[in-house]
């Protein structure tokens, strides 16, 4: 069955950068994409952006463009999201979610979620 | 960027009774609207795409409707594990936009 599974839980101080991990499995990896969705403390949902696993090109939302970086290693058949210079107001449950390689499309599977805590 | 806006905010229905919630889109987003259903600690699930479509093993009590800029997702009979926070998407450009989200409570 189709698994996304994300990387545990980080604590990190302001400025600093974090990098979330999403081990697929299930299903072929370089079929898909992968967008990256966070949510947080009481709020709704922001996509933060997508990266092909199929070609490797990405598509960033505009408020994170220079901050956020997605990459896949496929050998591993895992997507990651490093996002740099963090901020209070970036402390979110962050998500990966899998959704069509080449053309933009619904999320039909997600991760489980990965909190990430931002904290002097 | 495409704003989506849903309504109400909360909808306090009784089990049994029909809801019906509602999303708009600042723009034509054609059929590329999705909608998931999330509770609490939990990842959101997708229920409807293609603005009518039943995702995977969604029971037939959910349905929806609409194009454009005008939607609805109704559940016919509510059950239990029906009460929740559920979000529209759209998806008609890679600029992903969700609404802020209907939470659904029991009355």
């Known amino acids: 069955q189709v698994q996304l599974v994300q990387s545990g839980a980080e604590v990190k101080k302001p400025g600093a950068s974090v990098k979330v991990s999403c081990k697929a499995s299930g299903y072929t990896f370089s079929s898909y994409g992968i967008s990256w969705v966070r949510q947080a403390p009481g709020q709704g949902l922001e996509w933060m952006g997508w990266i092909s696993a199929y070609n490797g090109n990405t598509n960033y939302a505009q408020k994170l463009q220079g901050r956020v970086t997605m990459t896949t290693d496929p050998p591993t058949s895992t997507a990651y999201m490093e996002l740099r210079s963090l901020r209070s107001d970036d402390t979110a449950v962050y998500y990966c979610a899998r959704g069509r390689p080449t053309i933009a499309s619904p999320f039909d599977y997600w991760g489980q979620g990965t909190l990430v805590t931002v904290s002097s | 960027e495409i704003v989506m806006t849903q309504s109400p905010a909360t909808l306090s229905v009784s089990p049994g009774e029909r809801a019906t919630l509602s999303c708009r889109a600042s723009?034509?987003?054609?059929?590329?609207l999705a909608w998931y259903q999330q509770k609490p600690g939990q990842a959101p699930r997708l229920l409807i795409y293609?603005?009518?479509t039943r995702a995977t093993g969604i029971p037939a009590r959910f349905s929806a409707s609409g194009s454009g800029t005008e939607f609805t997702l109704t559940i016919s009979s509510l059950q239990s594990e029906d009460f929740a926070v559920y979000y529209c998407q759209q998806y008609n450009n890679w600029l992903y936009t969700f609404g802020q989200g209907t939470k659904l409570e029991i009355k």
């Open positions: 293609g603005a009518s």
């Open positions: 723009q034509s987003v054609s059929s590329n």
